[in-house]
């Protein structure tokens, strides 16, 4: 079939009432997507969500080709539920939706990195199923280092916590990685206090307990992806959970920097993900190729290198659910992959 009017993608992201009745894309985060989009004769559009006008955006939807969806898990106190049922049913209806919520929720969540700790790129990481249990099993644990607890969805550091033990004290020390959180030293009742609310259903009712890298020190790359391409880099040298010296302060948090995916310094990063590592996870979480984001981007920590292998790629996390910022080198493999599967579809 051939499609005998211009393409039509809504780019969603939340907003208030006043916002999406101003509808301009030149206030948003992705002037510059709009105007490739439009570059390319498709006719783009801002969704600008919130739940108490679902009704009003999933009649938008319905009359577009696509949709990408930019929306964190927990989004200005509000969760993702009344988006996420919106989203299913224009899919239902024949629009291409990225990132699917179905999809989010193989490849989206600390889950990932369970499903994938004997691959390449994997490590030591638990899920733990309740508090009882990270009680019994977390301080055997520390006892071979340091680890990271994380809340099964979140963004911003929101829920990710480092916890090691002080060598002959009962204390352990803990840090949010919450931008703007300090180290503080509590005892294990106290700490599991704080891991409570993670355990409530409404939170996804369990865990990720993640070996902490020796080399956070060396910082954290991002691969930005389009489907299964590379197509920019972000490096951050200093993270959120970055290790402070003996007596003094951890440092803030650095600015991430961004560049195209021809960067020299992660060329190798870039091999292994196009040629072995995005077909490893996408069979492991059961997506086809159809279903990976057209937009997503992989976290990774430097690990500790083996035999035969100059750098080693841990992975964080992957983040499929609110991509942006991204590097401009993203925006035209974008356009393009929109337009293929919206192509394929109407095929």
């Given at each position: ?53 679902a ?10 080709d ?14 993702r ?93 803990v ?6 959180s ?29 070996a ?37 302060a951890?440092?803030a ?12 310094q ?7 993900l ?5 077909e490893?996870?996408?069979?492991r979480?059961?997506?086809?190729h ?8 992989c976290?990774f ?25 991204f ?6 493999p ?14």
């Open positions: 079939m051939v499609v005998s009017r211009p393409m039509s993608v809504a780019l969603l992201y939340p907003g208030d009432r006043a916002a999406r009745d101003r509808g301009d894309p030149a206030e948003s985060r992705f002037a510059a997507l709009f105007a490739a989009f439009a570059a390319a004769g498709v006719a783009a559009e801002p969704a600008v969500y919130h739940d108490d006008f009704d009003e955006v999933a009649a938008q939807l319905r009359r577009v696509a949709v990408l969806v930019w929306c964190n898990p927990i989004e200005g106190g509000r969760r539920d009344r988006l996420d049922a919106v989203l299913r049913e224009v899919a239902q209806a024949g629009v291409v939706v990225s990132t699917h919520p179905d999809t989010i929720l193989r490849l989206g969540t600390k889950d990932v990195l369970v499903e994938v700790r004997d691959l390449p790129f994997g490590s030591d990481a638990v899920r733990v199923e309740s508090l009882a249990q990270l009680a019994a099993g977390l301080p055997d644990r520390l006892r071979a280092g340091a680890r990271v607890l994380k809340q099964y969805r979140g963004h911003s550091g929101i829920g990710v916590w480092r916890v090691e033990r002080i060598e002959g004290s009962p204390l352990y020390r840090q949010h990685a919450q931008r703007g300090e180290e503080e030293r509590v005892d294990l009742p106290a700490l599991l206090q704080r891991m409570a609310s993670y355990f409530e259903p409404v939170n996804g009712g369990h865990m990720i307990d993640q902490r890298q020796p080399r956070l020190i060396d910082g954290m790359v991002r691969a930005y992806l389009v489907e299964d391409r590379v197509t920019g880099f972000g490096h951050q040298a200093i993270n959120a959970l970055y290790p402070a010296r003996p007596g003094e951890a440092p948090p650095g600015s991430r920097l961004y560049h195209d995916a021809d960067l020299s992660f060329q190798g990063l870039r091999r292994l196009e040629t072995q590592w995005i490893q996870l996408r069979e979480v059961g997506l086809t159809a279903q990976l984001p057209l937009l997503w981007d976290d920590m430097f690990g500790e290198p083996t035999a035969g292998q100059a750098e080693r790629f841990v992975l964080c996390e992957v983040n499929v659910s609110s991509v942006s910022p590097p401009p080198s993203c925006i035209e974008l356009v393009r992959a929109v337009m293929a599967r919206i192509a394929l579809r109407a095929a």
